[in-house]
Nanobody, 123 residues
């Protein structure tokens, strides 16, 4: 079992930045790839980005390339999502997730989830 807790969300103006954190506990953090997904009202949960177990490989959805950066600190059991140049369409509940495979983009392939945290970008 892995327990995941997100923090760092909130309200920001368009063009601004936020950094999300996800603290993990339970099984060995470094044995999992970590990812971020988001879900806007009335929409399906969407893949945003993922990082491999060692941190050497990353995967991003096209709409966030150049604006979002995922990173992890295995010594602190934490994964981060730095979000810059935020747009109103980035507004969603953001979820941290864990999986054996960072290349999975379908949320149904991810076994462990945080409770989600709201990110709201005003225009």
């Amino acid at each position: 079992q892995v327990q995941l807790v997100e923090s760092g969300g909130g309200l920001v103006q368009a063009g601004g930045s936020l950094r999300l954190s996800c603290a993990a506990s339970g099984r060995t953090f470094s044995s999992f790839a970590m990812g971020w997904f988001r879900q806007a009202p009335g929409k399906e949960r969407e893949f945003v980005t993922a990082i491999s177990r060692s941190g050497g490989n990353r995967n991003y959805v096209d709409s966030v390339i150049g604006r979002f950066t995922i990173s992890r600190d295995n010594a602190k059991n934490t994964v981060y999502l730095q979000m810059n140049s935020l747009k109103p369409e980035d507004t969603a509940v953001y979820y941290c997730a864990a999986s054996p495979d960072y290349s999975r983009r379908d949320y149904r392939g991810w076994g462990y989830w945080g409770q989600g945290i709201q990110v709201t970008v005003s225009s």
